[in-house]
């Protein structure tokens, strides 16, 4: 589940009824494995783009699909050096049998990010739990996948990442310098709930992406998500300049927490990261030997060695959970809705359609990446539609 205001539009949006219209599924990453390999990844890195953004879409993450994969990838990866396609990943040496030290040379951030969540899996079957902590890496967009991929394999799932810029401005403060930095769980809860719980955020009221979207499609930001040039607040996508943290100083916390233990892992300057957001930074020129690539860090534990086994009544794992979740939403809280919850109708809603959602503006970008790759683009007027 995206921040509570991110989500909230989202269901606003849903609420008043959209048109979308139907892209084939096999067409979608068709035309995504074409862009990247035009780009010059390597075959299995454009499979990987291409299962990314299936997935964005199929569970409604609009802020993350093929348009904003590519159009990140073309300002901060493969057009500005940021990105390395076909790069190889170092593993670093190092003493401890349950983690990782990677250095991904600016490799795809998907094919790290799902190949770091399939090493940490294979840890945590034998001891227990796994992490693996990468550095030079370049964004991997939507973590809330990546652990929801592995909750549906019964694990629980954690990532966060440093994101590319610095462009969220600190509470108190009037410059930005932290990244929207999100944190991801995923949790087995399939058999308690029908799908797997999924906490996934931006440190950020909104992520970017949200804004980028809302621009496109000429709708007003939630207050409180995001600053104007001069550091007023401001609804206006189009007059959005920096974005703010949730929560005043508890999401500059969670920021915060994330930009130091990428610190650790090997990052350096949030306000360098990418290039650099601000103006002032830019106009500066980059420092020589510095570093502006992102950190990650996943970690998967192995159900059974946190459980006691010892639960009341003699529920056992699952029956437990979903007790638990039956308490949390009973009481006249039977409204409220789970973290994962939108994502898996979204899903819902994309296997009734027989193919993937996109408004009207999303169809016309995938068209310009289309004519990037060379590649016959979708017309509207043959597509199918679903309102929703």
């Not at 494995?33 to 990314?52: T, V």
């Not at 997935?55 to 699909?65: E, F, K, L, S």
Request: aromatic residues 8%.
């Amino acid at each position: 589940m995206r921040q509570n205001a991110d989500c909230a539009a989202h269901l606003f949006e849903i609420a008043m009824s959209t048109t979308f219209h139907i892209v084939p599924t096999a067409a979608h990453n068709e035309l995504v494995r074409r862009a990247y390999l035009h780009r010059g990844y390597k075959a299995d890195e454009a499979e990987d783009g291409a299962r990314f953004c299936e997935m964005a879409t199929v569970h409604g993450i609009r802020t993350h699909n093929a348009i904003k994969a590519l159009h990140l990838d073309h300002l901060f990866g493969s057009g500005s050096g940021g990105c390395v396609p076909g790069a190889e990943i170092e593993i670093i040496e190092k003493k401890f049998a349950a983690s990782e030290v990677w250095d991904a040379q600016k490799k795809l951030g998907q094919s790290v990010a799902f190949r770091a969540m399939e090493r940490c899996m294979e840890m945590a079957d034998k001891y227990g739990i796994g992490q693996v902590s990468v550095d030079n890496a370049f964004h991997y967009l939507w973590g809330g996948g990546y652990v929801m991929d592995a909750a549906k394999k019964g694990y629980i799932a954690y990532t966060n990442c440093t994101s590319t810029l610095g462009e969220v401005v600190p509470f108190g403060g009037k410059f930005p310098v932290l990244g929207t930095n999100p944190h991801s769980w995923g949790l087995p809860t399939m058999d308690a709930c029908g799908f797997p719980v999924v906490i996934d955020w931006a440190t950020s009221t909104v992520a970017m992406g949200r804004v980028q979207q809302l621009k496109r499609e000429g709708k007003p930001l939630p207050p409180g998500a995001a600053v104007d040039a001069a550091g007023h607040p401001t609804t206006d996508a189009e007059a959005a300049a920096w974005l703010l943290p949730f929560g005043a100083h508890k999401g500059y916390g969670l920021s915060l927490l994330i930009e130091l233990m990428g610190g650790m892992i090997g990052g350096s300057l949030p306000t360098l990261r990418g290039g650099g957001a601000h103006p002032d930074i830019k106009a500066t020129g980059f420092p020589e030997g510095e570093k502006k690539t992102s950190s990650f860090y996943f970690q998967v534990i192995h159900p059974d060695a946190i459980s006691s086994g010892r639960f009341a009544k003699g529920r056992d794992f699952a029956s437990n959970l979903k007790a638990v979740i039956d308490d949390v939403l009973g009481h006249g809280n039977e409204n409220c809705m789970l973290p994962g919850q939108p994502e898996a109708g979204a899903a819902r809603h994309t296997a009734n359609a027989g193919g993937l959602l996109f408004s009207a503006a999303e169809v016309e970008a995938l068209n310009e990446v289309a004519a990037e790759a060379g590649v016959a683009g979708f017309d509207l007027a043959t597509l199918g539609t679903y309102e929703m």
